[in-house]
């Protein structure tokens, strides 16, 4: 079979765990995790490739696989269903004597080098399957290429106090690399690396097959692969993001970022700027009905939602039902959820296909910092019974 040479192909790194997000990954690998009522959270990088004109998309799964395999398909929402490239699920390699699980982010590249090399591609793209930002991958290609880097690194600058939490890049006037501190006790630097990297493939191959042969290696990309990088005196460059992009691996930090797309002035544009359209797998919903004495505001509703209640700054996804005297406020409530009459809920995400029986209060309004909060979470087809109590910060 011919294979067309590429330019740059893209690998989505989307087998973790997202254990951070407790029920609502038990049975549901992050990336496909719902988002901002009518998304799935895998959309976001997809999308990005897309606008971006990466035609070939590699995306390696590993943990509870089925929906996120099934969302994708084969790829033809995102345009990426092209006979030349498109869309690739790649699981764990399967060996004659059984199949190994990914043992890091480097070896499930590893694994996958058949994969990259039957396009020959000059670039690599690395990305992650679990964060949420809008991101022109062409403009930092082009900027890797006219550095002539080995490896470029998007960052992003963070509060001096916060670097202590990231990888942290210590660059030159000119953007380049002479230091990478993993979380450093006093950093000298608030570039914090963004887990987005482009790898010229000829090298990236080598130290993949390198670090493979290490018995001592973890495996990892920000622990292994870039620092023997520019210990081997290899050219790496920091591309700096100014956009929004945020990490959604904890409980807090997806419930902020479904927030963030309200407001008069939303932290997070999610209809994209001007032809950069985010594109998800979104099936015929019937229209949406808005009873007569019902009251929305600073909210997002999406398609096929019948709301007879009060919803205020919350994001209601496809296909929910909001009962008569029900309140939702500041909460995420995923696809397909019934909410009964009278229910309370607030500062709450409520996982798809629940039911929430009658008068039934879920969470409480709170104060605070969004690290503060206490968010009450509700599993993937739970239900609630009539006039049960959730407390704040319970997870069920």
Sequence with gaps: MYFQKKRCVAMLLAGGQGSRLKVLTENTAKPAVPFGGKYRIIDFPLSNCVNSHIDTVGILTQYQPLELNEYIGNGQPWDLNNSHGGVSILPPYARAKGSEWYKGTANAIYQNIRFIDRYNPDQVLILSGDHIYEMDYAKMLRFHEKSEA???????????????????????????????????????SNKASMGIYIFKWSVLKTFLEADEADPKSENDFGKNIIPNLLNSGHKLMAYEFEGYWKDVGTINSLWEANMDLLGETPAFNIYGSAG???YARNY????????KGSEISDSFV?????????VHHSIISTGCTIGKGAEIRDSVIM????IENGVRISHAIVAEDCIIRAGATVGADQEGSVET????????????????VVAPGEIL
């Design 335 to 338: 696809p397909n959820v019934v």
């Design 150 to 188: 080995d490896c470029t690194i998007a960052v992003r600058s963070v509060p001096m106090e916060e670097a202590s939490r990231f990888g942290i890049m210590n660059t030159n006037e000119d953007g380049s690399i002479f230091e990478f501190e993993e979380k450093p006790k006093h950093p000298k």
């Design 276 to 278: 950069r359209k985010i």
């Design 284 to 291: 015929a919903m019937p229209s949406g009905f808005i009873a």
């Design 302 to 310: 999406a398609e096929g939602c019948e709301v007879f209640g009060t």
């Design 373 to 388: 909060l206490k968010i009450s979470v509700i599993g993937k087809g739970k239900t609630i019974t009539e006039g049960a």
